[in-house]
């Protein structure tokens, strides 16, 4: 069998084979290492992907595809305005994919049973996994499985070195850093913890230059705009002049300094006073290392964390080992290593490794398996016949010798022996007295199967019979014993009907994988078969306990009363999910309810991910919202206590905050938007450093907004059971339980219900909703369910339009706010 990995990249990608014994690299029609993740399509339709789509890219933008990868997972189109075409990334990606298929000779790519292996970045999320394998299901690959990029660095780096150890791989790729922590004992590898960023890679540093060298200067020597970076006059000057800045940032790599440069007769683009542009800007090591310092700054603190994570300080480390592109350049791996204390070493090649990796690790999956599990370690013979005899064996190891041990089920007759030859190389153990427990090393000769025949004779020295005789005994390029979860990943439940949300995880982050489960929810309100409803198990990301939604929505599996076609699953029905979280960190949900003897599975379209997907193209009025809606919090934990977590969080926020109202480019938006991420999670750190005071502060803020706001609609017996909470709230504060919290949730909800019998409020709310179609995925399903809206508003008929504001709640992707009252999961814990 021929197993095949391929590393698929932001800027380049990798395919490599596998046979068990060596590694086989598939080069490019132009003869490189690395094909460039790049499409092309020309005016006469023709399609080109790799080396002269990147080219032809930065000359004719508008007909080109490239860096789709930073947006996989999300629903941003790509477009290409010059053959009137739009692209998701995932086709973009597929695109990719079938080209590099197509290096490989016809015996692999025509084999039904090649196992083919494709990388995603350590801190991809659910979505972006669905999507990659969405688009290898769309280019044909046949049998698929995903593995992390770190893990499988760390195969890479496993063949090439056998010496025992702790080492730190340093992936910095095209668009992602990956941080793997890996333990190394004779050849068995295990992953201690693993970190990484996002938006961090070569990419960014192309970014920093143009932005930083390039476009002040073409400012300050032409007449341009100073909207030049969206102005679409001059689309093709940026591509052209960002394309020479990354030639530049490459040959940077093997010289002191390098010229951005591109003749008037390359360019052909005149500025507004009719002259002809030209760039010729020379840039040196020194000036490069201060512009890119930071983001290297931020991978040495992402580093830090994960050894961290893992309980390591530097002295515990080996080495780093650097793989991507960027590590090319030398005074980067300088200064990651010195500033980590740990000794760097370049044992494998950084352009291919990830795709070496991935084909080895591609040997050790149970292809037969649906989960793609992995092979098992252990092997066993049963020899049958008038003897209860059977040999147990390590069936897969690194080490280059392995035991065998016969098992007797009664005791064999005085003078019976058995032998072990290699059918490889013609060795042979010679004759050996068999008893129970009896064993032999056998030396494993060469890489891939070695295989071993069995020999029992009686006590007259005359063959015995054997059912199953052959042994074959795989030695691998080294094996991965354990796989951290990169992420968080859990169920929102409300913890009894009514109560607060919550999530119930799946799995933690460093829970080791592959990991199965099982957890029993009840349905919090009925669906009768053939309705319009659905019960609705939201998945997020992250660690933060609360607000839940300041975690990553990253999609929701629906059960809808059309999937089934007669019975009711009533209120307090029981919800049976068995889960499956694989090594890639892919999961896979069943959901069987026993009332109506019904089994629903992620696999068959019920796991929507399209509902957590982002069109980042229209995020910036979202992400705008969400930024100051958590700078709003972050000043006023400010006010209470003192936290450096809070200046740092505030630098992510000023950062997002500069995204323009209309900003349309993705990639801009997207950064903004894990800066709002990360500057989250650090406010939720510092609310359990600081619990008491925070919770005093969010108490205050909603009895501050029910007697400013909610108080004068309120009945009598409603504000005085309000009051009668907040003391029980207040009794709560230095509980260490949850207690306050759902007590808080409580005294929430009770104001937004108070609001929602007010007309008003109903009518307001309506109108945000219908404002905001960035909140909501499917764009036509926002669409219909506005004009619904509109239709009640007009007939006054305010008890519909009440059930059109539940239903656009129920549906929308989140928003800044804390008032998520109708917006939450309809499962409960059991």
Not at 169 to 190: N, Q
Not at 760 to 767: A, L, N, P, S
């Amino acid at each position: 069998m021929k197993y095949v990995g391929i590393d698929l990249g932001t800027t380049n990608s990798a395919i490599c084979s596998f046979d068990g014994e060596s590694i086989r690299l598939y080069k490019s029609p132009e003869q490189h290492d690395v094909t460039p993740s790049a499409i092309f399509i020309d005016r006469r339709g023709n399609k080109y992907v790799g080396s002269r789509a990147y080219n032809n890219a930065a000359r004719n933008p508008d007909n080109a595809a490239v860096l789709f990868k930073r947006l996989i997972g999300t629903s941003t189109p790509v477009k290409l305005p010059a053959v009137n075409l739009t692209m998701t990334p995932e086709e973009c990606s597929a695109e990719v994919l079938r080209a590099l298929y197509g290096y490989l000779p016809e015996e692999i790519r025509g084999d039904g049973d090649t196992g083919t292996v494709i990388t995603v970045p350590a801190a991809f999320n659910q979505m972006q996994k669905d999507s990659t394998m969405a688009a290898a299901d769309a280019a044909g690959l046949g049998r698929v499985a995903l593995m992390q990029e770190p893990v499988a660095a760390v195969m890479s780096v496993m063949r090439q070195r056998k010496n025992d150890g702790v080492f730190v791989v340093y992936d910095l790729g095209g668009g992602t850093l990956d941080i793997a922590i890996a333990e190394s004992i004779s050849g068995r590898v295990t992953l201690l913890a693993h970190g990484g960023i996002a938006m961090c890679g070569g990419r960014d540093f192309d970014r920093i230059l143009f932005d930083n060298i390039v476009k002040p200067w073409l400012l300050e020597n032409f007449d341009l705009p100073e909207d030049l970076t969206t102005n679409p006059q001059f689309k093709s000057l940026l591509r052209m002049a960002t394309w020479a800045t990354e030639k530049a940032k490459i040959e940077l790599s093997q010289k002191e300094e390098a010229v951005v440069s591109l003749p008037e007769t390359e360019l052909g683009v005149r500025d507004q006073a009719g002259e002809e542009i030209y760039i010729d800007i020379t840039i040196d090591r020194k000036r490069y290392d201060g512009l890119i310092g930071p983001k290297v700054e931020e991978s040495i603190v992402s580093a830090r964390e994960t050894l961290e994570k893992a309980g390591l300080s530097p002295h515990d480390v080996e080495r780093v080992v650097f793989v991507g592109g960027p590590t090319h350049y030398k005074p980067l791996r300088d200064k990651v290593a010195f500033e980590l204390g740990i000794a760097p070493s370049t044992d494998v090649n950084p352009m291919t490794a990830v795709a070496e990796g991935a084909a080895v690790f591609a040997e050790s999956i149970d292809w037969a398996s649906q989960s793609r599990g992995r092979k098992s370690a252990r092997g066993a013979i049963s020899a049958g016949g008038a003897l209860d005899l059977s040999f147990n064996y390590i069936a897969r190891t690194p080490d280059s010798k392995a035991k065998i041990v016969a098992k007797l089920g009664s005791a064999a007759p005085a003078g019976v022996e058995f032998q072990i030859d290699s059918l490889d190389t013609g060795w042979s153990s010679g004759r050996i007295a068999l008893k129970d427990g009896a064993g032999i090393e056998l030396n494993l000769t060469k890489p891939g199967d070695n295989t071993f025949k069995v020999f029992v004779f009686d006590s007259n020295g005359g063959p015995v019979s054997l059912r199953e005789d052959k042994i074959v005994i795989a030695r691998t390029a080294a094996s991965i014993d354990a796989i951290p979860a990169s992420h968080s990943v859990g169920v929102e439940a409300r913890d009894k009907v009514g109560g607060r949300l919550s999530l119930d995880y799946l799995v933690r982050e460093g829970d080791q994988l592959p990991k199965k489960g099982k957890k029993t929810f009840k349905a919090g309100e009925s669906l009768k078969a053939g309705s319009a409803g659905s019960i609705k198990f939201k998945l997020w990301e992250g660690d933060i306990s609360d607000p839940i939604n300041d975690n990553r929505f990253i999609g929701m599996f629906e059960i809808k009363g059309t999937d089934f076609d007669d019975g009711v699953i009533a209120a307090g029905a029981e919800l049976i999910c068995e889960y499956e979280v694989r090594d890639s960190g892919n999961i896979v949900l069943e959901v069987s309810v026993p009332s109506i003897s019904g089994s629903f599975q992620s696999g068959r379209n019920f796991y929507s991910s399209q509902e957590g997907k982002v069109d980042y193209t229209n995020q910036a009025k979202n992400i705008q919202e969400q930024s100051d809606h958590t700078l709003q919090r972050l000043d006023e934990m400010a006010s209470k206590v003192d936290d450096p977590r809070l200046e740092q969080a505030r630098e992510k926020l000023e950062q997002a905050s500069t995204i323009k109202t209309d900003e349309a480019d993705p990639e801009t938006a997207k950064q903004a938007m894990d800066h709002v991420q990360e500057a989250k999670r650090l406010l939720a750190l510092t609310r359990k450093e600081h619990l008491k005071d925070i919770r005093q502060l969010e108490l205050d803020k909603a009895v501050d907004f029910f007697d400013k706001v909610v108080r004068q609609h309120a009945r009598p017996t409603e504000a005085s059971s309000f009051d009668n909470l907040v003391k029980t709230a207040q009794r709560a504060i230095g509980s260490p339980s949850g207690d306050f919290e759902s007590h808080l949730d409580d005294l929430r909800s009770r104001s937004f219900m108070i609001l929602w019998r007010q007309d008003w409020f109903v009518i307001e709310r309506f109108k945000w909703l219908a404002e905001d179609a960035y909140l909501f995925p499917d764009a036509r399903e926002h669409a219909q369910l506005v004009a619904a809206g509109a239709e009640a508003l007009k007939a006054n008929d305010i008890d519909k339009l009440r059930a059109v504001v539940a239903h656009l709640d129920s549906i929308r992707i989140g928003s800044a706010g804390e008032d998520d009252m109708l917006a939450g999961a309809n499962i409960v814990r059991s």
